[in-house]
């Protein structure tokens, strides 16, 4: 299991468009529908992609998906939890959580 070192939740309105890069920072985003992450060397389970699927982000800027698994995270209180579900994607600059998702996923 290869967690985050210390994740950094930044809760946002408008988490896409936070200027702010720290790649240990998970953002929380109200408008985002899945999670997302650009780090590959967190995922458990990691399973490859390469048919081609797009995320898209704002307007029409898409982003192509690689993979997907789970991410688990430290919080700042020393427990590990689990993020099912995230999408690998390289080409992002952070890490998103979608609240949506977590509101009805249970985090082990």
């Known amino acids: ?64 998906i690689k993979g997907f698994g789970n991410v688990f995270v430290t919080l700042l209180n020393g427990c590990i939890k689990q993020i099912h579900n995230v999408m690998y994607v390289p080409s992002i600059k952070k890490n998103l959580i979608s609240v949506s998702i977590i509101t009805y996923q249970d985090m082990k």
């Open 1 to 64: 299991m290869m967690a985050s070192k210390n994740i950094r939740l930044i809760i946002s309105d408008d988490a896409l468009f936070v200027e702010t890069y720290d790649s240990n920072a998970w953002f929380v985003g109200f408008g985002v529908s899945i999670h997302l992450s650009c780090s590959k060397h967190w995922f458990e389970n990691f399973h490859e992609t390469n048919n081609g699927a797009n995320i898209y982000l704002w307007g029409d800027l898409s982003q192509q």
